[in-house]
């Protein structure tokens, strides 16, 4: 019963966050320099004759909450319309851009959590040693470094100077792409790597001193099997919060790495299409993100439920 | 190490106020014969593809690199301060609502909406300046107002409220200095959230004209040039990284001080 209110208060709030995002999403396109009927004409002539097609085609003479009701429904059936630069439809657009991204996201994850977990559990361990210290310091520097300064100096230093990586594109096979990928990737990582190492480090200290694990080791349990099948796991609700935070800076730093390293994916196809005022995939690409965030922190309440147990009984609430 | 830190962001203040008198050269002034060249000792960074003069464009950048982020952090803080120990202090159904608020605008992918609305309406510098303090605002809401309700139930807030001091009193002369090295390290973080925001901003290419001697400008403009004059775009990276965690480290180092009762 009580994962049922949980699940269905989540999925209440997951509503009213997208139906937000709608509203300021095609509030753009009225709100937008030149009107909608600019916009949508984008570089074709301005006739009385093609603002009155546009405006039949749009119906943009219905009320406001007509029109609103009719492009959101368009929307949850993926209909977005037509870009107004490639006049293609927007969903096959964003389809052609999403492995880019997708894998430059997929390829950051693993190496944040990869790295940052065994880092974290690291300093947790030899807590207060120099190691700790040098750890600590390092991902309070990394976390202030901004996605793009950091591609910038990879760049500078492992593909112009060193010239171990491409300095271009995306590559084309899969070996190619994975080359491509890694500085990108690394770049994007960094911050959200030393975010997950804090976590990691703060929540195995939370731990270190509960009588659960003082127990486990005066049973005589390996190392190895007190930190990683006791304290791990107890450690991994914290670590699964931070995955909420971290997609959305996953979302917003591949804008600024994609620009940076040149690669064609959603982030590059945002930005030409907020330069370019080509509303309908603008429109399209929020409410993408908007729902990744949404079903990703599902996932991740979900993921409580499975990982704890007393969550799943109602004993601690979320 | 403290003063190193303070060093370098008082280095930064000085050069933010003074950096374009000290510029050599106008940031301005091409010259397209010299094109893009690593440095020398007529132009110590360098130049840029029309051959300006890298130094001189950082330094006259300081100024609006800078001024900026302090205001959006003396905004952001400001209010999420006093909205914060508002909603904390008085609770009921103004402090449902805002939390409400709060909780919708802290899910919402806010620096994708910022990119957004600012290029799409365009409207330049002073809009993403104050987009983005009404962005950094929910986050440092939540965290006051945590700790307001676990200040205002104790005994010194008890003590004054029995003396007949009026909520505001209490909330500004007797809750606030408690929460303190909070707001201070707040003020940090959101100075260098909004530095480093702002800066992306600019690297995108959204709020500013070509040409603005601005340092994520700078970054994007010439990202082409690194094999042959990187300073061009490397030199505002290593600055803006510089002051970035110079006051994350300088924020941290003040919050456990501050806390500890050490040093007011």
Redesign the interface.
Known sequence: MAVLTLVARRLA?AL??LG??SV??YG?LV???GGPEQVLLGTRPSTPETRAAIRAEYHLDDPFPLRYARWLGDAVHGDFGVSIYSREPVADVIADRLPVTAGLAGYALLITFAVGVPVGLVAAMGRGGLLDQGIT?GS??L????P??MS??L??GFA?TLGWFP?FGAGETFAERVTHLTLPALALAAAQGAMVVRQMRAAALDLAGQDFLTFARARGLPRARVWIGYALRNAALPVLTVGGLLL?AN??GA??VE??FGLHGLGAL??AA??Q?D?PV?QAL?LF??AI??VV?LLIDLAYLVVDPRVRHGAVAL | MRGVLAGVLGLAILVGLFGSHLAPYDPATQDLALGAAGPDAAHWLGTDDLGRDVLSRLLTGAGSALLWPVLVALGTTTLSTSLGLFAGYRLGWIDALMMRTV??AI???G???L???V????GGYGWSVLAMAVLFTPGDIRVIRSLTLAQRDLAYAEAARTLGLPPRRVMFRHLLPNLAPTVVSNALLSF?AAL??L??LS????GLPAGTPDW?LM??EN?DL??LN?WA??AP?VL??LI??S???LG?RLFDTLSKGGSR
């Not at chain 1, 976390?143 to 901004?146: I, Y």
């Open positions: 709030a009213v966050l937000a995002l300021i999403t753009l709100a937008s320099p310091l309070l520097v976390l202030a470094v901004p793009f300064a910038i100096l760049l500078y112009v300095v959305a979302l917003t804008l600024f620009q940076a945002l930005i907020v330069s005022k509303i603008v929020v993100s908007g965030v949404v922190n | 909780d919708l899910a919402m992918p620096m994708l909406v990119i957004v609305l290029g799409v309406l365009g260098v480093v925001s800066a992306g690297f995108l290419g959204i994520g970054v994007e990202r690194l094999d990187p775009s490397v990276v803006i990284t970035a965690t006051a994350t480290l941290d």
